[in-house]
């Protein structure tokens, strides 16, 4: 095996190269690798410079991020190499090129010299993992860079082109060119012209311009708007370190790195980016699988859900054709797509050109005829399955061989719909959220039938148009919406016992919930949760319980549809929930034709686990039941698509930080005090064996 770091000679120039692909992290290896070159380059005085240059299609993308989680994780190595490279004194420089990111982009500020390709991206992205870049990137950024622009690109963890680089002097020079040639071009210039070492940590960071409360407002900003993230105030005062002495602004940086690093925070955000990374790997598929073309795609229903989905293929090149049953309703989605461009453009996001260019890859027609040259057709009807049936039964005779047929159902039975299409084998469910032009979670359903190279077709799809896709077998509700309906049946049976709306959402907003659960489903639509529920019903899946889910089949027959209609479990001034006397009306009312008994005791403590515990216990079930593939992606689904707050990981990493006994006792104690006649409360054998075993369920896999 090739070693991952080596040192070999270019005339004058000693050239240590990076070859861990696919983009050369700093594994383990690699940082001995860098210290072991360093020591070959000190003892060969024949070299007159040193050229860092990383192999492949990008220099060094950051570190291993795996190691973060052993115990006995030390940076002392890397950075004492960093420290030694910048203390050399020949000059040293960074060939810059594909991404320069985390530790790759603090390698690069040590070297005393930086030159880079103009397609080159530079970044700071630790804070999207909980933590802050903990290499004496917070201490040499703001010697070259300043204050103010350091403290945006490490607390957003956003990237700049080349460009952009050179003008804030992180690099020295963009040139054209391969990336080897260009450094070591740029490198015999240097020893042309007896170019000297330069080293940032000789630098003091300036902080001309900057009001004389720069840190401290910035500290207040990080405490009140990212309070649930610690490493927004860390990387504030990481950053303001730099003002000090270098060796006492390292010892500052270490310090907060190490306080992030072990932080539950960190932790959960580390889990969701592994989590992200195994969705798209599908047990059981070849690796060597033939995708099926998708060069054109039609959507039957040009509603808010057809709209938003069309809009996904046409910003990602894709010509797409929406097909709709009056002249009136194709109009009124057309002007909503054109709408959401234009308000896009307004705000800067989108140039003329490109929305011009976005809408001329859209049409709009009532002959449904015009699917038949499309390569993947999705129907995007109202959710009701007697509709969804005859919808697919025409796609099956419309559309042409070996088109792909998906159905965007948020809780129908997918295997039935693909048996009405005449060819199940070409089906797969397709659940977008909404706003389908917005959300980045996709639920890819996996029929009894779907062919294979349809799921892998459909997968590598969500990427091209920018989602996440996570893949569900067939069952009410796939991942999300099965958990979110016990989610809201404990809602509903909490504000029958006397909890309001507001007390409701306010206890799991306080967790860092987008919004709660009577406040989401508003914004959804009443009507629409209330015909979910119907539906369940004619298909055999509501328990024999009176009370179940009565609240929103009442709103429903009030017609208080939420948002939209001004009136749901809130009343709306504008977009603003206001508390309405009518919905506490309308639970006591039920509670009284139901027997439920009122209460005046219900805490937030208990509407917190009254809601997710039961959520968690759904979730196990959906693994041992083989819904979902992976326990994280169960967890992606949740915090990319139900507002579900990742600084806790997603509903079964959390379940492992609060301690599966824990919620097997909570469990165990709802089933005694609220009695268990309809089995919400029976526990899955899955999470009772795990909590019996001390065993964590964000680590299970299945046998």
């Known amino acids: 095996m090739t070693a991952p770091v080596t040192l070999t000679r270019h005339g004058d120039i000693a050239l240590l190269r990076i070859d861990n692909p696919p983009v050369n992290a700093l594994s383990p290896g690699v940082v001995a690798g860098l210290a072991s070159a360093v020591d070959a380059f000190e003892a060969d005085r024949s070299f007159k410079a040193l050229l860092v240059h990383g192999e492949g299609r990008t220099f060094v993308a950051g570190g291993d991020i795996n190691s973060f989680d052993d115990p006995h994780f030390s940076a002392k190595l890397y950075n004492g190499t960093l420290a030694r490279i910048e203390a050399l004194d020949r000059p040293v420089a960074a060939a810059l090129h594909g991404t320069v990111l985390g530790g790759g982009l603090e390698l690069a500020l040590a070297c005393h010299y930086r030159v880079s390709v103009p397609t080159a991206v530079f970044g700071f992205p630790e804070v999207k993992l909980g933590i802050l870049p903990g290499s004496l990137g917070t201490q040499r950024l703001p010697r070259v860079a300043g204050a103010e622009l350091t403290l945006d690109l490490i607390g957003t963890g956003r990237s700049i082109d080349a460009a952009a680089a050179l003008k804030a002097g992180i690099v020295d020079e963009v040139r054209e060119g391969e990336p080897l040639q260009v450094g070591l071009a740029f490198v015999e210039a240097l020893i042309a012209r007896s170019a000297p070492p330069r080293r940032l940590s000789e630098r003091s960071v300036s902080l001309e311009g900057l009001p004389a409360d720069f840190f401290d407002k910035a500290l207040d900003e990080a405490s009140r708007r990212k309070a649930f ?342 009343r709306y001034d504008g977009r603003k929930p206001v508390t309405d006397p009518e919905t506490a009306r309308v639970a006591e009312e039920l509670a009284n034709a139901h027997g439920i008994a009122r209460r005046s005791d219900i805490g937030a403590q208990e509407i917190v686990e009254r809601l997710l515990v039961p959520m968690i216990n759904e979730g196990a079930k959906i693994l041992e039941e083989g819904i979902a593939y992976r326990p994280g992606d169960i967890d992606m689904v949740w915090t990319s698509g139900y507002g579900f707050p990742d600084h806790r990981g997603g509903p079964i990493f959390m379940a492992d930080q609060i301690g599966l006994p824990v919620v097997a006792e909570r469990i165990a104690h709802y089933a005694s005090v609220r009695g268990n006649p309809y089995g919400y409360w029976t526990a899955s054998s899955l999470l009772t064996d795990l909590a019996s075993q001390g065993r964590k369920l964000s680590d299970w896999t299945a046998a």
């Open 229 to 570: 993230y610690p490493a927004a105030r860390n990387i504030v005062l990481a950053v303001q370190a730099s003002t000090l002495p270098f060796a006492e602004g390292e010892a500052v940086e270490a310090r907060l790195f190490e306080e992030l690093r072990t932080s539950p925070q960190s932790q959960a955000l580390r889990h969701l980016f592994f989590a992200e990374r195994q969705a798209s790997k599908i047990p059981g598929l070849p690796k060597d699988l033939s995708l099926r073309p998708v060069r054109s795609v039609g959507i039957v229903g040009a509603g808010t859900m057809g709209g938003g989905i069309a809009m996904n293929f046409a910003n990602a090149g894709i010509p797409t054709v929406l097909v709709e049953t009056s002249q009136e309703a194709l109009d009124r989605g057309l002007k909503a797509i054109r709408g959401n461009y234009e308000a896009s453009a307004a705000k800067g996001r989108l140039t003329t050109a490109q929305v011009a260019e976005r809408l001329g890859l859209l049409s709009g027609t009532l002959d449904d005829a015009s699917l038949a040259g499309c390569d993947l057709v999705i129907e995007a009807v109202f959710e009701n399955m007697d509709l969804k049936k005859q919808v697919c039964a025409r796609l099956g005779q419309v559309c042409k061989p070996g088109a792909i047929i998906a159905t965007n159902t948020s809780t129908l039975d997918v295997d039935v719909l693909a048996e009405a299409t005449g060819r199940p084998a070409d089906v797969v469910g397709t659940h977008f959220f909404s706003p389908a032009n917005v959300m980045r979670l996709l639920e890819v359903v996996r029929g009894a039938t779907t062919a294979p190279d349809v799921l892998a077709t459909v997968m590598q799809l969500a990427r091209t148009i920018k989602k996440i896709a996570v893949v569900s077998g067939v069952c009410y509700g796939f991942i999300g919406n099965r958990m979110a309906e016990v989610y809201m049946r404990e809602a509903e049976f909490l504000m029958m016992e006397g909890a309001s709306p507001a007390e409701i959402d306010g206890a799991v907003e306080a967790l860092g919930m987008a919004m709660g659960p009577c406040r989401m489903l508003d914004m959804a639509g009443i009507d629409v949760g209330a015909k979910t529920v119907i539906e369940y019903g004619k298909a055999g899946g509501l328990p024999p319980d009176d009370s179940y889910r009565a609240v929103v089949r009442r709103m429903f027959e009030l017609g208080r549809f939420g948002q939209k209609t001004g009136v749901g479990y809130y």
